[in-house]
């Protein structure tokens, strides 16, 4: 095993990747621990979902925020606690070992997710001036 030091550039770039995905599917578990109506079949699940979450983030999220931009801003942003929704929404209908009864546990889950995953990367995750050395890549 080699020092962490010693993978290069790419290999931090791969371990900040992995780093994420890890705290972003612990924030998912502890989401569906906290809040009634989201269930996770496993961990495994949670990654998973982690993963497609991440892909609908990039794909149809920027999509809905466009679409949406004028209740948004009547809201003054509020509104994209309902587009977190839907992209939990369409995630738990993709993905067999995770559901989310309703709206109502979506929107809680959605509010909770961001709440916990603020709070795992701001405590353990990879610093901002980490993250965008790995970045440059």
């Given at each position: 095993?080699?020092?962490?030091?010693?993978?290069?550039?790419k290999g931090l770039f791969v371990l900040h990747l992995?780093?994420?995905?890890?705290?972003?599917?612990?924030?998912?578990?502890?989401?569906?621990?906290?809040?009634?109506?989201?269930?996770?079949?496993?961990?495994?699940?949670?990654?998973?979902?982690?993963?497609?979450?991440?892909?609908?983030?990039?794909?149809?999220?920027?999509?809905?925020?466009?679409?949406?931009?004028?209740?948004n801003i009547l809201t003054l942003g509020l509104f994209?606690?309902?587009?977190?929704?839907?992209?939990l929404r369409l995630t738990a209908g993709l993905l067999?070992?995770?559901?989310?009864?309703?709206?109502?546990?979506?929107?809680?889950?959605?509010?909770?997710?961001?709440?916990?995953?603020?709070?795992?990367?701001?405590?353990?995750?990879?610093?901002?001036?980490?993250?965008?050395?790995?970045?440059?890549?």
């Amino acid at each position: 095993v080699r020092p962490v030091s010693s993978l290069g550039s790419k290999g931090l770039f791969v371990l900040h990747l992995l780093a994420i995905w890890l705290l972003s599917a612990a924030a998912i578990q502890i989401t569906a621990t906290i809040t009634p109506g989201f269930t996770l079949k496993s961990f495994g699940s949670a990654m998973l979902a982690s993963l497609v979450i991440g892909l609908l983030n990039m794909t149809i999220r920027p999509l809905l925020l466009i679409l949406t931009l004028p209740i948004n801003i009547l809201t003054l942003g509020l509104f994209t606690i309902v587009i977190n929704a839907i992209v939990l929404r369409l995630t738990a209908g993709l993905l067999k070992g995770f559901d989310i009864n309703s709206w109502l546990p979506a929107i809680l889950g959605a509010i909770v997710l961001a709440l916990v995953q603020a709070f795992l990367f701001w405590v353990l995750g990879p610093t901002p001036a980490e993250l965008q050395q790995g970045a440059t890549i």
